[in-house]
């Protein structure tokens, strides 16, 4: 697969995945945090803002690899 299409189709997955995301924490959010302080809720907030970077990550790895087989380097 060229590199332009790999970009492309990574993209708007992690646009999916990205909004999916905050969608499920927020409602999720509304059932868990409706009583708790607000330390604890910013704590989760947090938590769940970056949350969706470690499922991201290997589609990043995906997107920015060469659809190239490696080189072997002479000597």
Known sequence: MQLRARKFIGTIALLLLVVTWSLL???FAQVALASTSGII???Y??????????????LVTWMSRSGAPP???LR
């Open 71 to 73: 080189q072997k380097k």
């Open 41 to 43: 809720a910013t704590v």
């Open 25 to 27: 924490a927020m409602a």
């Open 45 to 58: 907030y947090v938590v769940a803002g970056l949350g969706w970077v470690l499922p991201g990550l290997p």
